[in-house]
């Protein structure tokens, strides 16, 4: 997407809200199906939500069960047919998505010794990475769950990717190393530097690499996460590092105003070639920002509390998991002695309105 005045861009941009989707749980991953008619949230307590999001009803499906921990990545495969999903207890399946009942095709309670952070899908289908606390990055087959390599790291993978191509992945770790593997030789080729976004506070790690996405074309990398400050009650700058391909360099660093708003938790483009991007930070802090890549500075921000992830259908409506407003962790609201009220991830549906004349 070319520069252009920022004020344009918001006055053509600019989200409206059309619904709030109330929940009882919080989320920690939403994404639709490639068709944009079905919605499917992982919870923090082992479940997948679905919804009919066909018609403005957005109709609640039945949900479905079998994960144990936080599942915390899902993906769909390219046919529309089978979601896939990990959890904190390092489970990884396989679902069938039209079934009212469905069961898992396949599921691998052990395929990593804990938590997986995060999974995707290789552009033909064929594969899925998953990224471990484990410090590994395991290449499943689709069709049945079935190990096909282990790629090694030496912290945590928060997160993986495939090249476009098909004929690599990149993944990126607690320390801000991203390294990219050659899927034909599982060797690691090199290497990206994102240890700005990593400190050592005392004893504690804090940051780590936590989202990718590639330009359609493989020509770029972009990966999300934030430049801490602090360790304990984690303070952080929202930081976008936008790598050059075929260099490795950094083309650009895209950075928040303040060390208020966290990691940059999910990425997506739009069709018209701006990032759209999430962030959530402490206390009760986070946004919903539109991004030009070659801009310094967001051209559309909206404050929304803890976002995790957005979904974009195809055509033009956006979803995004946030956590409920003044939600700071720190007793309850008023004066009076109600029961202490209790986190959930409301969904924000935005329309894009029509581009003024």
């Known amino acids: 997407m070319a ?34 008619k079905l919605l499917v949230a992982g919870t923090f307590e082992g479940g997948l939500r679905r919804w009919d999001f066909s018609t403005d009803q957005f109709t609640e499906l039945t949900p479905l069960a079998g994960h144990n921990g936080w599942v915390q990545s899902i993906a769909f495969h390219t046919d529309g047919k ?18 009212k009942d469905a069961k898992p095709l396949w599921s691998i309670a052990d395929a990593h010794d804990g938590w997986i952070h995060a999974i995707a899908l290789s552009p033909d289908g064929t594969k899925l990475a998953s990224a ?56 690691a080729t090199r290497e990206f530097d994102a240890k700005t976004m990593y400190m050592l506070d005392r004893i504690q790690d804090v940051g780590g690499v936590r989202c990718f996405l590639f330009d359609k074309a493989g020509s770029i990398l ?11 009650f984690v303070t952080a700058t929202s930081v976008i ?90 007793g309850r609201p008023g004066k009076g002695k109600e029961d202490y009220p209790g986190n959930f991830s409301p969904l924000h549906v935005f329309d894009f309105p029509a581009p003024k004349k």
């Not at 089978?82 to 079934?99: K, N, Q, T, V, Y």
């Not at 972009?222 to 400050?229: E, L, N, Q």
Request: charged content about 20%; proline content about 7%.
């Open 222 to 232: 972009i990966a999300g996460g934030a430049i801490p400050t602090s360790g304990g």
């Open 3 to 36: 520069p252009a005045d920022p004020k344009a861009l918001e006055a053509k941009y600019k989200p409206k809200q059309f619904k709030v989707l109330p929940l009882n749980q919080q989320l920690c991953s939403i994404r639709l199906s490639p068709d944009g």
């Open 82 to 99: 089978r979601l896939f999903s990990c959890d904190s207890w390092g489970r990884l399946s396989a679902w069938p998505i039209a079934e």
């Open 241 to 330: 590092l936008v790598y050059d391909w075929a260099t490795g360099k950094v083309k650009h660093t895209i950075k928040s105003a303040d060390d208020k708003q966290g990691y940059v938790l999910d990425m997506a483009f739009h069709p018209d070639g701006f990032l759209m991007a999430v962030s959530s930070g402490q206390p009760g802090t986070g946004r919903l920002f539109f991004q030009n890549l070659e801009d310094p500075q967001a051209f559309f921000s909206q404050p929304l509390a803890n976002c995790h992830a957005l979904a974009l259908q195809p055509g033009g409506r956006l979803i995004v998991s946030a956590t409920n407003a003044n939600s700071a962790g720190n």
């Open 132 to 187: 471990g606390r484990d410090k590994t990055v395991r290449i499943s087959s689709t069709a049945d769950g079935k190990k096909i390599a282990v790629f090694p790291h030496t912290e945590d993978v928060l997160s993986v990717a495939f090249h476009p191509d098909g004929k690599s992945l990149v993944s990126g770790d607690h320390k801000g190393i991203i390294r990219q593997w050659d899927l034909a030789t599982g060797k």
